[in-house]
C-alpha cells in the first residue's frame, strides 16, 4: 500500500494502547500502512485487508516487544520466557526492577503493560512492584515507547532497502539511531 504514513512515538503509542483496549471500535492505525506489516501479510499468505492489517501490525508490536524484554534478560544474565501466573509476573518485574537497568525497565514494563493484558495488572500495583511512582512509571512507559518507535524506523528502513529499488547510486547508509532517539527525545511526553 503506497498510503504516506509516519512513525511517531505518538502513533505507537496509539497502536499499544490499542492492545490494551480492544473492546473499544478501533480506527485504523498509520503503522497498518508499513512495508513490514505488507511483507509480514505477504509471508502469511494472508489478504491485504483491514482487519488483516490490524492483526499483523499487532503481531509486530507484541513479537519486538518480546524479542527486546527477553534479550536484554539474556543480557543482564536473567531467565526468560513467558510466565504463566501471576505470582511468576510479579517475579519477573522484580527481578527486572533489581537490575537498575533503565532500558530492561523500560521494555518490561510497555511488555507487561501492553503484552501480557491477560493479568489485568492495575497500574497502582505497576508502581508498587516497579517500586515507582505513577509519574516515574509514565517516564518509563514514555522511554518505552520512544525506543520501540526508534526500533520501528529502523526495520522499517532495513525493510524498505530490501523491497526497494533504489534510485540512488550510492548505497544509503544505515539510519543513526541515536539521531532518531534525539530527535524523538524532543517529542512531548507520552
Not at 503506497?2 to 478501533?26: C, F, G, H
Not at 501490525?57 to 527477553?70: G, M, R
Not at 532495513?158 to 527525545?185: H, V
Request: include cysteine; glycine fraction near 2%.
Amino acid at each position: 500500500m503506497n498510503t504516506q504514513y509516519e512513525i511517531s512515538p505518538e502513533i505507537v503509542k496509539d497502536a499499544l494502547d490499542s492492545l490494551v483496549y480492544t473492546t473499544q471500535l478501533r480506527n485504523p492505525n498509520p503503522l497498518e500502512n508499513m512495508i513490514l506489516v505488507d511483507q509480514l501479510l505477504m509471508k502469511w499468505q494472508l489478504f491485504k485487508w483491514k482487519l488483516t492489517r490490524t492483526y499483523a501490525l499487532d503481531y509486530l508490536l507484541t513479537s519486538f516487544i518480546e524479542e527486546k524484554v527477553f534479550s536484554l534478560r539474556y543480557a543482564c544474565d536473567l531467565q526468560s520466557g513467558v510466565e504463566g501466573s501471576i505470582r511468576e509476573i510479579r517475579a519477573a518485574i522484580m527481578q527486572d526492577t533489581q537490575t537498575l537497568n533503565p532500558e530492561l525497565i523500560s521494555w518490561s514494563l510497555i511488555y507487561y503493560f501492553y503484552v501480557r493484558v491477560e493479568f489485568n495488572i492495575s497500574m497502582k500495583e505497576y508502581c508498587q512492584l516497579y517500586a515507582v511512582n505513577e509519574r516515574t512509571f509514565r517516564r518509563y512507559r514514555a522511554h518505552g515507547v520512544r525506543r520501540l518507535t526508534a526500533h520501528l524506523i529502523r526495520r522499517e528502513y532495513l525493510m524498505w532497502q530490501r523491497t526497494s529499488q533504489p534510485s540512488f547510486e550510492e548505497p544509503m547508509n544505515e539510519p543513526d539511531l541515536a539521531q532518531i532517539e534525539k530527535a524523538m527525545n524532543h517529542s512531548p511526553l507520552l
